[in-house]
């Protein structure tokens, strides 16, 4: 594992490195784009960077509507009096939890003919308690995390890359997914048990008594960066200098959001407590994921970004037995979710 990679790398950029505001010159005028998780924490802040440099359309893609349109006026109210026209803030359903409310999202989406110049894929959960979504019946980080977040960015891609081929006139459009630096520290104990057992790894992960709190939330990230990692293995040459962007973010840990809202009691205490200790503020954090979504250009394609600049994978894939799971891992993911998408049709235009 390389240093950056380790606890100490971890604690070395928590506080000694500030990712950058976007420069001042910075103009989304007339440019389009999608955040999901946008009513509080990091997507909020994240879209209130961007309407500040001047995005023209936002979609705040949110579980709790009514939160939405709280944090759309939230938003509005914002922006200072002397912007030149407000932007069209709309508020777009989307659960994460439900494979039929991605679905409809993406629908939605393609019968707007909204021309996206960037979709940036926030929303996550770290739960301190084994819960399922009741949709699908998997454990909800897993569903969360990696499983549906998947579906969208697999639905995303071939729409956006018809967009990049029709308007060629515009920077290529990009979907940036945000993971975390605690991919590299997951133990993810449930491959080996996959194996040993002969069972099912999505079955394994479902099953309470391997669930670890602890451990959890880092292998739903490791599990969306070896899909990530594979996805760009398996986009056409074309695709990959022509078609849609694609670039996984890491903000950093930082206080003020929701994602660990499950931890109660002590633990809540303590955990909150820790994270004003070294997190960094929601609205630094934030300037990773506009980064990511409107500045790092084509040099990101494929890439993995943290303080606003190339950083290196957890290196899990790096051995042979870890290509061997991260193969294993694109083959249950598109198992999983060919009961709800033509699986080989979006292959086939990627």
Not at 18 to 30: D, E, F, N, V
Not at 94 to 119: C, E, H, M, N, W
Not at 220 to 235: D, G, M, V
Request: charged fraction near 20%; hydrophobic fraction near 40%.
């Amino acid at each position: 594992m390389s240093f950056y990679n380790t606890y100490l790398g971890f604690l070395y950029r928590q506080f000694l490195v500030y990712p950058p505001k976007a420069p001042s010159t910075t103009s989304l005028h007339g440019k389009a784009g999608l955040v999901t998780g946008s009513n509080t924490g990091l997507g909020y802040q994240a879209s209130a960077q961007l309407l500040a440099l001047g995005l023209s359309h936002l979609i705040l893609a949110v579980r709790n509507t009514s939160k939405g349109e709280a944090a759309r006026e939230s938003l509005l109210a914002s922006l200072p009096a002397s912007a030149r026209s407000p932007p069209l803030i709309e508020v777009w359903e989307l659960d994460l939890g439900s494979y039929a409310s991605v679905t409809a999202f993406v629908d939605r989406l393609q019968k707007s003919d909204i021309q996206i110049d960037f979709a940036l894929l926030n929303a996550g959960v770290a739960n301190f308690q084994y819960t399922v979504s009741k949709s699908t019946s998997h454990e909800t980080s897993i569903q969360v995390n990696w499983l549906s977040t998947a579906l969208l960015t697999l639905q995303l891609l071939p729409i956006l890359d018809r967009q990049a081929a029709e308007h060629l006139d515009r920077p290529r459009p990009v979907i940036s997914i945000v993971g975390s630096e605690t991919a590299a520290w997951a133990q993810f104990k449930e491959a080996h048990i996959s194996s040993k057992e002969n069972n099912p790894l999505l079955d394994v992960l479902d099953d309470p008594k391997h669930f670890d709190m602890g451990d959890r939330y880092y292998t739903s990230k490791l599990l969306n960066q070896l899909f990530f990692l594979e996805l760009f293995k398996h986009r056409s040459a074309s695709k990959r200098s022509t078609g849609a962007i694609l670039n996984l973010v890491n903000p950093g840990f930082c206080y003020g959001s929701e994602l660990h809202r499950t931890a109660e009691g002590v633990l809540g205490k303590v955990l909150g407590g820790v994270k004003r200790m070294i997190g960094r503020s929601t609205s630094m954090g934030a300037r990773t994921l506009v980064h990511s979504a409107v500045l790092a250009g084509d040099s990101s394609n494929g890439r993995y970004l943290s303080d606003c600049k190339p950083a290196p994978f957890a290196g899990y894939g790096d051995s042979d037995a870890g290509r061997i799971v991260q193969g294993r891992v694109w083959d249950l993911t598109l198992a999983e979710l060919g009961s709800v998408m033509d699986v080989e049709q979006v292959l086939s235009e990627i």
